[in-house]
C-alpha cells in the first residue's frame, strides 16, 4: 500500500475515496431537436462505451472552522483503481460531486458510440462498495453541463437538455434521486415557458434555508446574457421568480449555501485589461446582501472559480491566476469569506506555493478545507489535494498520481460523515476520456 498522509487530528476507521471522472463543459451547437427520453433510469452496468479586497478583516486565529469530521492517520489506496467508463471523444469534461450521507454522488455527461450525449450517475458508498452506473436521461437530444445537490434526504440533479420538441433552444432540466443515488421522480423542465430565442446553460445548485437554490445563465440571443437565480420546489421547478444578478461572465459560476443567511455566487470576469474574481452574498430569491466584493488582488485570474462552505458558515474561495499572463507562472489561490458578512477575511492565500497549477475545486474537511487542482510539475502533471486549516494555510499536500495537463476542472466534495470524493477527467492516449474510482483508507 502506499502512504499518503497524516493529518492534524486523530479520527478512525475514516475512508477517503478519489475518483477521476468526466463531466461535460463544452457547448456546442445544438442539432436538430428529438425526444430524448429523459425519464429514462437505465442500468448500464460499470462499464459503459463509450487582492483588492472590499470588507476584509483580519483572521482570527482562535477560530477553527467547526468540528465536521475528517480524516486523520496513514491513508493509503487499497485496491486497483476501478474504471467506470471510458468515452472515445476528447473534449473538455466537468464531473459534479454532490456529498450526502454515507457517500458521494457523480455525476457526468457520457456519449456512447452512436448516441447522443446524455447524463449519466453513480452513487459510491463510504463503505468503498459502488452501485452500477444509471442514465438519467437516455435519448437522442443534446444533455449536457450537469450539476448536482444533497437536499438532506437524496439528491436534485440539474442539466440543460433541448429533448422538447415544441420548445428547440436548450432549457434547464432538473430530476430528483433518493439518497443512493436511483431516480425518484421523472424529469422536467425547471422554469416556465421562455421564448424561442432564449436558451439556458450552465446550471449551479447550493441549499438554501427552505430548500434547493439554482444559479443559471439565461441566454436572450436577441438581446443579453445574464445569471439568473430562483428558489425550487422539491420537485425542481422554481418556487420564486428567476431574479436578473449580473450580466453573464465567460466562465463558470459557483453557487454554495450560507446556512440561514442565504445563499452565495462566485465567478470571474475576464476582460483583455484586468481578469477578477468576485464573491457576492445572496438571501435564497436572488436578492443581495451587500455589493460584490473582489477576491483576487493581481488582475491575473484564469476563469476556474469555486467556493464552499464550513459547519461555522465560514466560506474558501479557490480560483487560478496566471501570473503575469502567458501560462508561464499558473497558481492556485484562497480567500476566506464570512458567510453571515460577506467580509473577506486574511490575505491571498498561494496555495500550490513556489509550485504551479489550474483548474481548483474545494470542500470543508477535517475543520478546515481539501483543495484538489493539477499541479504542473516540470516533468509530468499530477492531480494534487492540499489540506489547509480554515484560514487556508497549506498543511499537507498528498499527490493522488500522474494525469494530463488539459481535460477539464477537478472536482472535490465531502459527505456529511467527512469521507472526500476527487474528481477529474483523464485523457487517454487513444484520444478519449476515461473515469476510474480508487478508495482510500484513512485512520490507524
Same mark, same amino acid.
Given at each position: 500500500?502506499?502512504?499518503?498522509?497524516?493529518?492534524?487530528?486523530?479520527?478512525?476507521?475514516?475512508?477517503?475515496?478519489?475518483?477521476?471522472?468526466?463531466?461535460?463543459?463544452?457547448?456546442?451547437?445544438?442539432?436538430?431537436?428529438?425526444?430524448?427520453?429523459?425519464?429514462?433510469?437505465?442500468?448500464?452496468?460499470?462499464?459503459?462505451?463509450?487582492?483588492?479586497?472590499?470588507?476584509?478583516?483580519?483572521?482570527?486565529?482562535?477560530?477553527?472552522?467547526?468540528?465536521? $469530521?475528517?480524516?486523520?492517520?496513514?491513508?493509503?489506496?487499497?485496491?486497483?483503481?476501478?474504471?467506470?467508463?471510458?468515452?472515445?471523444?476528447?473534449?473538455?469534461?466537468?464531473?459534479?460531486?454532490?456529498?450526502?450521507?454515507?457517500?458521494?454522488?457523480?455525476?457526468?455527461?457520457?456519449?456512447?458510440?452512436?448516441?447522443?450525449?446524455?447524463?449519466? $450517475?453513480?452513487?459510491?458508498?463510504?463503505?468503498?462498495?459502488?452501485?452500477?452506473?444509471?442514465?438519467?436521461?437516455?435519448?437522442?437530444?443534446?444533455?449536457?453541463?450537469?450539476?448536482?445537490?444533497?437536499?438532506?434526504?437524496?439528491?436534485?440533479?440539474?442539466?440543460?437538455?433541448?429533448?422538447?420538441?415544441?420548445?428547440?433552444?436548450?432549457?434547464?432540466?432538473?430530476?430528483?434521486?433518493?439518497?443512493?443515488?436511483?431516480?425518484?421522480?421523472?424529469?422536467?423542465?425547471?422554469?416556465?415557458?421562455?421564448?424561442?430565442?432564449?436558451?439556458?446553460?450552465?446550471?449551479?445548485?447550493?441549499?438554501?434555508?427552505?430548500?434547493?437554490?439554482?444559479?443559471?445563465?439565461?441566454?436572450?440571443?436577441?438581446?443579453?446574457?445574464?445569471?439568473?437565480?430562483?428558489?425550487?420546489?422539491?420537485?425542481?421547478?422554481?418556487?420564486?421568480?428567476?431574479?436578473?444578478?449580473?450580466?453573464?461572465?465567460?466562465?463558470?459560476?459557483?453557487?454554495?449555501?450560507?446556512?440561514?443567511?442565504?445563499?452565495?455566487?462566485?465567478?470571474?470576469?475576464?476582460?483583455?485589461?484586468?481578469?477578477?474574481?468576485?464573491?457576492?452574498?445572496?438571501?435564497?430569491?436572488?436578492?443581495?446582501?451587500?455589493?460584490?466584493?473582489?477576491? @483576487?488582488?493581481?488582475?491575473?485570474?484564469?476563469?476556474?472559480?469555486?467556493?464552499?462552505?464550513?459547519?461555522?458558515?465560514?466560506?474558501?474561495?479557490?480560483?487560478?491566476?496566471?501570473?503575469?499572463?502567458?501560462?508561464?507562472?499558473?497558481?492556485?489561490?484562497?480567500?476566506?469569506?464570512?458567510?453571515?458578512?460577506?467580509?473577506?477575511?486574511?490575505?491571498?492565500?498561494?496555495?500550490?506555493?513556489?509550485?504551479?497549477?489550474?483548474?481548483?475545486?474545494?470542500?470543508?474537511?477535517?475543520?478546515?478545507?481539501?483543495?484538489?487542482?493539477?499541479?504542473?510539475?516540470?516533468?509530468?502533471?499530477?492531480?494534487?489535494?492540499?489540506?489547509?486549516?480554515?484560514?487556508?494555510?497549506?498543511?499537507?499536500?498528498?499527490?493522488?498520481? @500522474?494525469?494530463?495537463?488539459?481535460?477539464?476542472?477537478?472536482?472535490?466534495?465531502?459527505?456529511?460523515?467527512?469521507?472526500?470524493?476527487?474528481?477529474?477527467?483523464?485523457?487517454?492516449?487513444?484520444?478519449?476520456?476515461?473515469?476510474?474510482?480508487?478508495?482510500?483508507?484513512?485512520?490507524?
Amino acid at each position: 500500500m502506499v502512504s499518503f498522509l497524516r493529518a492534524r487530528r486523530l479520527w478512525l476507521g475514516v475512508s477517503l475515496i478519489v475518483l477521476l471522472g468526466c463531466g461535460d463543459d463544452s457547448a456546442p451547437p445544438p442539432p436538430p431537436v428529438f425526444d430524448s427520453g429523459v425519464d429514462a433510469a437505465t442500468d448500464t452496468g460499470d462499464t459503459p462505451d463509450v487582492g483588492a479586497d472590499s470588507g476584509e478583516e483580519d483572521a482570527d486565529p482562535a477560530d477553527t472552522g467547526g468540528e465536521d $469530521s475528517g480524516s486523520s492517520g496513514e491513508c493509503s489506496a487499497e485496491t486497483e483503481a476501478i474504471s467506470l467508463v471510458r468515452d472515445s471523444r476528447r473534449d473538455t469534461r466537468r464531473v459534479a460531486l454532490a456529498g450526502g450521507s454515507g457517500g458521494v454522488l457523480a455525476v457526468w455527461m457520457q456519449q456512447n458510440s452512436m448516441s447522443f450525449p446524455n447524463i449519466y $450517475s453513480r452513487f459510491i458508498a463510504a463503505t468503498g462498495e459502488s452501485a452500477d452506473s444509471l442514465a438519467i436521461t437516455n435519448g437522442v437530444a443534446q444533455a449536457r453541463d450537469p450539476e448536482a445537490v444533497y437536499t438532506g434526504d437524496g439528491f436534485l440533479v440539474a442539466w440543460r437538455d433541448n429533448f422538447t420538441p415544441e420548445s428547440g433552444p436548450y432549457r434547464i432540466v432538473t430530476r430528483s434521486l433518493d439518497g443512493s443515488g436511483v431516480p425518484s421522480s421523472a424529469a422536467g423542465r425547471m422554469t416556465a415557458a421562455e421564448p424561442a430565442t432564449v436558451q439556458q446553460d450552465t446550471p449551479a445548485l447550493a441549499m438554501g434555508p427552505s430548500g434547493p437554490v439554482a444559479g443559471y445563465v439565461r441566454d436572450d440571443t436577441m438581446l443579453e446574457r445574464n445569471v439568473m437565480l430562483a428558489r425550487l420546489d422539491s420537485d425542481g421547478t422554481t418556487a420564486s421568480e428567476p431574479s436578473n444578478l449580473i450580466p453573464a461572465p465567460f466562465s463558470r459560476i459557483a453557487l454554495t449555501s450560507r446556512g440561514d443567511e442565504g445563499v452565495a455566487i462566485a465567478y470571474a470576469v475576464l476582460e483583455e485589461a484586468e481578469r477578477r474574481v468576485y464573491y457576492q452574498a445572496l438571501d435564497e430569491n436572488g436578492g443581495t446582501d451587500g455589493t460584490p466584493v473582489r477576491v @483576487e488582488g493581481g488582475g491575473d485570474a484564469n476563469g476556474v472559480v469555486n467556493l464552499a462552505t464550513s459547519p461555522d458558515n465560514l466560506i474558501g474561495v479557490v480560483f487560478d491566476v496566471d501570473v503575469g499572463g502567458g501560462g508561464t507562472r499558473r497558481e492556485i489561490h484562497f480567500r476566506q469569506v464570512e458567510g453571515d458578512t460577506g467580509a473577506v477575511r486574511g490575505g491571498e492565500q498561494i496555495i500550490t506555493g513556489s509550485d504551479k497549477g489550474r483548474d481548483p475545486a474545494i470542500a470543508p474537511f477535517a475543520g478546515g478545507w481539501a483543495i484538489a487542482y493539477r499541479a504542473l510539475g516540470e516533468a509530468s502533471t499530477q492531480i494534487a489535494v492540499s489540506f489547509t486549516d480554515i484560514h487556508g494555510d497549506v498543511e499537507e499536500t498528498v499527490m493522488l498520481g @500522474e494525469t494530463t495537463e488539459e481535460g477539464g476542472p477537478v472536482s472535490i466534495a465531502s459527505t456529511t460523515e467527512g469521507d472526500l470524493v476527487v474528481a477529474w477527467p483523464e485523457q487517454m492516449a487513444d484520444g478519449g476520456i476515461e473515469i476510474l474510482a480508487q478508495r482510500i483508507r484513512c485512520g490507524e
